[in-house]
Structure formats: C-alpha cells, structure tokens
C-alpha cells in the first residue's frame, strides 16, 4: 500500500510538471470514457423507453404482421412471397375463445386539408373500432368511431392533438370537415396518446376506420396488420399458439411448410430492438476505442520523458536495493493513475451530458452502474498496457549507468 500512495503520489506531481503533456493525455481518455458512458445511458433510456411503450399498448397484447421474419434481419423478398393479410382472417382469429380483441390495421402518408390551410404527408391510419383499448392514450373532446360506423365506412376521423391545433387553434374541432387524400372526412374526436420517447404525438396525424381507409385511401401495396389481445384467463403463449394454429389451418399450410405470416410477441419486440440498440453501442464503443487509444499514446510518451527525466533517481533507488518489480510497479501505478484522472474526468463529463440529455428530451436517460465500472477499469486498463513498455524499460536500466546520467 506504501508503494501504491507513493506511485500515486508520484504521478499527481508529475502532472503538476507538466500540465500541457498530461492534459493531452487526460483529453484522450476523458473523450473516450465520455463517449462509453453517455452511450450507455442512452442505450438505456431507448430500450426503457422502447419497452414503456410496448407496456402501454397492454402488457399481454401481442403483433400479427405479414412478413414471416420476426427478427432484426429483414429480407424485402420474404414480404412480397407471403400472402398479405386480410380482414377475413382477422375476423377468423377474433372468433377463437381465447382472443378478446382483434384491431385490424394499416397507414401510409397523405395529404391533409381544412380550408385554406394544407398539410403535406400527415399520416394516415386505418384501424378498426376499438384501438384506443389497445393503443392507450385517451380521446377528449369527442369520441372514437363504432363498430357499425368502421364496418359501413363511415368518413369520421379522429385527429390527434398537434393536428387539432394546426388546423382549429383555440376553435372546437369536432364537427368540423377536412379533407384527406381529397376526400372530405368529419372530425369525431382528438387523440391525446401516451408520451413516448420517439415523440410521435408531436407529429400530425389521423386515425380513420379501416374499412374507410381501404375505400377511399389505401394505396395499392396492401399491408395489413393485427393488433390481438388474448382473452384474461389466457396465456399469452397459448394465445400465440392458438393464432398460429388458425391462420395455418386458414392458408392451407402443412406440417413441414412454413409459416407464411409472423406472430410477434412484446418480449420478442423487444428483444429484437435491444439487438438492434446493442449493434449501435458496440460501434460507438469501436469509435470510442480510438480515443482510448489516442490517449494511451500520449502515455506512452509522457512516461518515456518521465523515466528519461528520472534515471539518476532510478538509479539511486537501484543502488541502495530497489528491485525491477518494485521499479516497474512504481511506473505502472503512475500511468494507471494518469488514466484514471482522465476517466473520472470523462466519466463526470458523461454524468452531465446524461442529464441534460434526459431533462431536455422525453428520453428516460440513466447511466448503468456497470457503465461506470466498465468506463473506470477501461481507463486503469488503458494506463497499465501502455505504460508496460515504459515501466519495463526503467526496470532494466542498469544502476551504473543510470548514475551516471546527466
């Protein structure tokens, strides 16, 4: 321990002596344990986020999609093979008793309309009676469309906050007439959704029954897809099984043919993002490698001109029976100590960011404490690799000749 504060000790003074060295050195480490960190917490505030809003839309609920690939890969290919979806099928899958609710679903962008006043590639959702059950959120003032009014194609919309101010400011917008893709619809109701971190209610945009949709809007890629809740007393494995079990039996599928839809529960939504997330942090935590890097050059330069300036010292200690270990252990603790600094620097650096980050975004930002033990040990890890060459040489300098240094 005596010669771990000595070591310390040491280093400290040598940064004194030399401010413009080691404060490059330190810049390096202090970018690279920053950039480790505030990506950390950013990684961590999306999947939190990410998972917030999957938790919104019911725990239980769970995706029918058309592509067949419910992984992060996804082969454009597979999608034009598989069959699309269909009303039919979704009216099939709501009749299973253990399916409580079934919202049949699709958008693409139009433009949007009221009076003089014109929005460019606002989106357009189709979904059928019932999804603000699934979609959370609520709707004030007015009301969401019936079931009578989704199955005749009623032209009612129910428009979302953002878009209610653009178009009718402080005016009440129910009762009032726009126009989407050219086609007039009557406003019903305002969505007000559940935050999220993406901040898509910030965007315009309008939800219209989906038989309407299909009449008067839907382009010609048709790309349907399921909103399925299972019934209370029901699993949702089971529930997953048993739509499996329906759409293969309604597309004639057999035992070896494979499934020509996807099924996708939360948990694989999510797992399937946190893949996606872990990619981006792995190639930021590449980039901030190169920092690291940067910063353990200048360690090595630092401690050479270090060792250069103390070899009569070195020398001296040698002579009255200093051994190499004792030397090399001497020189490693400087530069680990030197690296340290750095990331403690660059470490509080990324606490701030991290802060701002999640007081001026919706992000839920949090720093993982196995980011800051990761960013610490990287930087102590970073000292001792590039100060080894350094320490070893002060080790073997032979004590005659170290006295006799000038």
Not at 131 to 153: C, H, K, M, N
Not at 186 to 192: C, E, K, L, S, W
Not at 253 to 268: M, S
Not at 338 to 350: Q, R, V
């Amino acid at each position: 321990m005596t010669q771990l504060f000595e070591g310390v000790g040491i280093a400290i003074h040598s940064l004194r002596a030399a401010k413009a060295r080691a404060a490059l050195t330190i810049l390096g480490i202090a970018i690279g344990v920053m950039v480790v960190v505030l990506m950390a917490a950013f990684i961590t505030g999306v999947n939190v986020g990410v998972e917030d809003m999957l938790n919104q839309l019911g725990p239980r609920t769970f995706f029918v999609q058309r592509s067949p690939q419910t992984g992060v890969v996804f082969d454009d290919d597979d999608w034009y093979r598989a069959p699309p979806l269909t009303v039919h099928e979704a009216d099939r899958i709501s009749e299973l008793p253990s399916i409580s609710l079934v919202v049949v679903g699709e958008g693409t962008s139009r433009e949007v309309k009221s009076g003089n006043q014109t929005l460019n590639s606002v989106e357009v959702r189709g979904l059928s009676a019932g999804w603000p059950r699934v979609l959370g959120g609520d709707i004030y003032p007015g009301r969401s469309y019936t079931g009578l009014e989704s199955a005749a194609s009623s032209r009612v919309v129910v428009i979302n906050q953002k878009l209610s101010d653009e178009f009718f400011g402080l005016q009440d917008p129910i009762g009032q007439r726009i126009k989407v893709g050219g086609v007039p619809f009557t406003v019903i109701g305002v969505y007000q959704p559940p935050p999220d971190i993406f901040g898509q209610g910030n965007r315009p945009f309008v939800t219209i029954p989906q038989g309407a949709f299909n009449k008067y809007v839907r382009t010609w890629r048709a790309d349907l897809f399921f909103y399925v809740s299972p019934a209370a007393s029901v699993t949702v494995h089971q529930a997953t099984e048993d739509v499996t079990a329906a759409l293969r039996s309604f597309r004639g599928l057999g035992p070896r043919d494979d499934n020509n839809f996807g099924v996708v529960t939360q948990e694989k939504a999510l797992e399937n993002f946190n893949q996606i997330t872990g990619v981006i942090f792995l190639v930021m935590l590449v980039l901030s490698s190169v920092a690291l890097m940067v910063g353990g050059v200048g360690v090595v330069a630092i401690m050479m001109i270090s060792v250069t300036e103390r070899t009569r010292e070195i020398g001296v200690r040698k002579a009255i029976g200093a051994r190499r270990r004792e030397i090399l252990w001497q020189f490693l603790v400087e530069a680990a100590t030197l690296t340290l600094i750095g990331g403690a620097i660059g470490l509080a650096l990324g606490g701030i960011a991290s802060l701002l980050l999640k007081n001026l975004t919706p992000l839920p930002a949090e720093i993982p404490l196995w980011s800051v033990a990761a960013a610490l040990g990287a930087s102590i890890i970073t000292g001792v690799m590039f100060g080894m060459y350094p320490a070893a040489k002060a080790a073997r300098l032979d004590p005659v000749e170290a006295l006799r240094y000038e």
